[in-house]
T-cell receptor
């Protein structure tokens, strides 16, 4: 499986935007970029995914570099409830198991 | 819409004992996954079912772990006999396909402690 690289942890202030980076230099042409997050003591939760174009949904935005070797998850206005571990995962189309790394531990300061 | 249900939420056993976990996926989801999450790590796939058939069990330690999904709905994961290193959270997820795009929905997990 293609690998992703994320910072171990990031810190941000409440009500400010957060940009979570992910590098995936060995991404293949058919890999989708998925983001999941895991709040304390809960199972992972889907956030967003994309292939080539930038994507927006009610939770976040996903900005994908033109060469697709990196991407950034954007939380437009962080709240304390956004404190979680965020995982960037490459995945082909179709039903397939997810390969999780260690993710980025996002800390939100009030 | 009801989410993925798992039980029990917590279990403490001694090594060499057996244990079973149960998962009820979201209604209509054909694909079901079991993941193991050791403290401080991301979840690791153990087994994937499509309806009641196994698609991928390459990372399942088959000498002690078994799983089944009768009638393509509920699933059970069993460990027999348990080892200390099996202490982890066991997560069940189910999914549906919209075209080629899959979204997985996770349950709250079962936290297992082996003493």
């Amino acid at each position: 499986d293609a690998k992703t690289t994320q910072p171990n942890s990031m810190e941000s202030n409440e009500e400010e935007p957060v940009h979570l980076p992910c590098n995936h230099s060995t991404i293949s042409g058919t890999d989708y970029i998925h983001w999941y997050r895991q709040l304390p003591s809960q199972g992972p939760e889907y956030v967003i995914h994309g292939l080539t174009s930038n994507v927006n949904n009610r939770m976040a935005s996903l900005a994908i570099a033109e060469d697709r070797k990196s991407s950034t998850l954007i939380l437009h206005r962080a709240t304390l409830r956004d404190a979680a571990v965020y995982y960037c995962i490459l995945k082909g189309g179709g039903a397939d198991g997810l390969t999780f790394g260690k993710g980025t531990h996002l800390i939100i300061q009030p | 819409e009801a989410g993925v249900a798992q039980s029990p939420r917590y279990k403490i056993i001694e090594k060499r004992q057996s244990v079973a976990f149960w998962c009820n996926p979201i209604s209509g989801h054909a694909t079901l996954y079991w993941y193991q999450q050791i403290l401080g790590q991301g979840p690791k796939l153990l087994i994937q079912f499509q309806n009641n058939g196994v698609v991928d069990d390459s990372q399942l330690p088959k000498d002690r772990f078994s799983a089944e999904r009768l009638k393509g709905v509920d699933s059970t994961l069993k460990i027999q006999p348990a080892k200390l290193e099996d202490s982890a959270v066991y997560l069940c997820a189910s999914s549906f396909l919209a075209g080629v795009s899959e979204t997985q929905y996770f349950g709250p997990g079962t936290r297992l402690l082996v003493l």
